[in-house]
């Protein structure tokens, strides 16, 4: 098991004196591939994600969104493997439920996300006919076949093998939950994937807790990243707080699949909400941990970071947070107007004609 190296200290670039990000310079120190505009990208999808969980956590109070499980303290790790693997532009997806921001952020509109949490005419992963964003988005490279936990793995390692079997070159990132590492069918997966040597990299969002359980009592070891030796492959420790840091292991991890077989990501993350909006975590969390974990929210550390290298301004910052308000009260009023499925298309695509 490694742990990824962190990022370079901060560095000057070009243009600061303005503190207008020039929007084409490599980013000076960070991995291979990474630009100013990418990092400035990156922020603008994290809060326009960040303000569609928030808006969709809110509709759960109003009674018009049935259930939901945040990614807040998630969308660092989400964004930067994403960009990775949308660098490498040959990779399918195995996202599972926290997974929000890759949805969105592969081309899934705030009006659609909101379509289907409230389960409206549109919703573009079901028809409306399973829980939110939970289906299939195959012009994305997505696939999210339900909420049952570890369930994915298995079917990730099988594309990945037919994939294999077709001489195509895709590498498969499939998502998962430190919870869902209890389960037999990760064990499963990752068994099978090891010893075919598959393209796959498993990427764990660690929370430290499987609903209410935290990590100590789910497991006697405190990196996941260690069992992964005992399918004989390798297992990286990574902040998954730090954009950046998630970037660079996901494109090594990607490069590694490819070439040498599967490899585990272990993101240690935190998660800021509870389990789902059924959840009351102020049970099993106190108001100390939840506070010294908002002080390592993405949407806090991130923008921070980025204005000291100069690649963000408070004005930049307020517009983006302004932008993405517009687009997800937008989104909102839309998906109120719109209708429910009619139910005389229920059994559609269910039984042939």
């Known amino acids: 098991m490694t742990q990824a190296k962190p990022r370079s200290p901060k560095t000057s670039r070009k243009g600061k004196a303005t503190g207008k990000s020039t929007g084409e310079n490599r980013a000076v120190g960070f991995p291979e591939g990474l630009t100013e505009q990418d990092l400035l990208n990156s922020y603008r999808q994290m809060v326009l994600v960040r303000k569609t969980d928030e808006r969709v956590w809110m509709m759960n109070r109003q009674g018009k969104v049935p259930i939901a499980a945040s990614c807040q303290g998630h969308e660092a790790a989400q964004l930067g493997s994403l960009l990775a ?34 389960g409206k005419v549109g919703e573009p992963y079901s028809g409306a006919r399973q829980f939110p964003l939970q289906g299939a988005d195959l012009e994305h490279r997505v696939i999210q076949i339900s909420n049952v936990v570890g369930a994915g793995l298995t079917q990730a390692v099988g594309y990945a093998l037919g994939c294999r079997m077709l001489g195509d070159d895709t590498v498969v990132l499939a998502y998962l939950g430190d919870g869902a590492t209890s389960q037999g069918e990760t064990h499963e997966a990752m068994n099978f994937a090891g010893v075919h040597r ?74 800021l909400m509870p389990h789902t909006t059924d959840d009351d975590d102020r049970r099993y969390r106190g108001d100390d941990e939840v506070e010294q974990a908002r002080l390592r929210d993405p949407l806090v550390t991130f923008p921070a970071y980025l204005k000291e290298q100069g690649i963000l301004t408070d004005q930049e910052a307020e517009e983006i947070n302004a932008e993405a308000q517009r687009a997800v009260n937008e989104a909102t009023d839309v998906a109120e107007a719109a209708s429910p499925p009619d139910a005389s298309d229920m059994l559609s695509h269910v039984y042939a004609p």
């Open 85 to 118: 693997a949308q660098q490498d532009g040959d990779c399918f997806l195995f996202p599972y439920y926290r997974d929000l921001a890759i949805k969105m952020m592969v081309g899934l509109s705030p009006t659609q996300v909101m379509l289907s949490f409230m």
């Open 198 to 271: 598959l393209p796959v990299v498993f990427v764990c969002e660690n929370n430290r807790y499987a609903i209410s359980v935290p990590q100590s009592l789910q497991m006697a070891i405190t990196d996941v990243a260690s069992r992964a030796e005992g399918y004989g492959f390798p297992g990286v420790v990574v902040d998954g707080m730090d954009l950046v840091q998630s970037y660079q292991a996901t494109r090594e991890g990607i490069k590694h699949a490819r070439s040498q077989g599967p490899v585990f990501l272990e993101m240690k993350v935190e998660r």
